[in-house]
């Protein structure tokens, strides 16, 4: 299939490494003029040029927080101002701490608001009112299964990212009439160098090696395996396709058959 990428434009935020890296790679590889963003410039570089090596796509990695205004601003402004225009967005951003209830102080949630939501969104506001000119654009928001299955002990990502999907719902809905698309790919377990950091932590604390954490990750999971960053991101790359022009509004579940609800 051909996703008709070629020459579009693309953002992909926090992309240096795991699943926005991922994603970053699959739209170059089909053709995709692509910018991309970490808080570190030499990560981001670095990361932009292993991508470039092997597509011979354009890639430009920046250092960028996405949770500044500035930040966001210079980075959509960089892409505008060398490519002319932004076709396709990729929201993504670090995860949020694990914590309880009982351990989540408000300052918590403002911060989680912060790099989960509001990420997004001030991204979106920035590149919106164009794409609506031209008539065409996708916004691709990665999420997580958390959206449809809280996960014990994620309250933070429970909560924020419910709200950022009935934020994309609601946006898809104002925006739908002028050719642009918003949707988001929630991923499974996915083997990033953070789920690695994890299983390593987590499985220390209750006194397992990080192998075995994985193990019990994947005995959950309907296929028995965590997800691979590449599986991710072909769900993202075919959400900011020409061939998913009549898709929008939608969580895409890439998890592996983690997720036991009908809808
Ligand atoms: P990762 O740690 O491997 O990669 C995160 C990337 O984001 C890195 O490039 C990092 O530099 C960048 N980043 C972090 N904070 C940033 C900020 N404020 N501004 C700019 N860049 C920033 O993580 P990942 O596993 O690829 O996860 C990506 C997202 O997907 C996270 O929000 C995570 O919670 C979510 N997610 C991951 C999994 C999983 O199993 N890996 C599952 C569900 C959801």
Not at 6 to 28: C, K, P
Not at 66 to 74: E, G, H, M, Q
Not at 109 to 115: H, I, P, S, V
Request: aromatic share 6%; with cysteine.
């Amino acid at each position: 299939m051909d996703f008709g990428l070629r020459d579009r434009v693309a953002i992909v935020a926090a992309a240096s490494s795991g699943i926005g890296f991922a994603a970053a790679r699959e739209l170059a590889r089909e053709g995709a003029r692509v910018f991309l963003c970490s808080r570190d410039e030499e990560r981001s570089k670095a990361a932009a040029y292993k991508i470039h090596q092997e597509t011979g796509a354009e890639v430009v990695g920046i250092r960028a927080d996405v949770t500044s205004d500035k930040d966001a601003a210079r980075f959509v402004r960089l892409a505008e101002e060398s490519a002319g225009r932004v076709d396709i967005l990729v929201t993504n951003a670090g995860g949020s701490p694990a914590s309880t209830f009982a351990e989540t102080t408000l300052e918590m949630y403002r911060k989680a608001f912060e790099l989960n939501a509001l990420s997004a969104i001030r991204l979106a506001q920035l590149v919106v009112p164009a794409m609506r000119e031209r008539r065409w654009g996708r916004i691709v928001n990665i999420t997580s299964i958390s959206v449809k299955q809280p996960i014990n002990g994620l309250l933070l990502s429970n909560t924020i990212r419910a709200g950022l999907t009935g934020w994309a719902k609601t946006l898809s809905t104002e925006v739908a009439a002028d050719g642009i698309t918003v949707n988001s790919v929630a991923p499974g377990y996915t083997l990033t160098e953070r789920q690695d950091e994890l299983a390593e932590v987590r499985g220390r604390a209750s006194g397992k090696t990080k192998e075995e954490m994985i193990e019990i990750w994947a005995s959950e999971i309907p296929m028995r395996r965590l997800a691979n960053a590449e599986e991710i991101a072909a769900s993202v790359a075919f959400l900011a396709s020409e061939r998913a022009s009549y898709i929008t509004g939608v969580t895409l579940l890439v998890d592996g058959g983690w997720v036991r609800s009908l809808y």
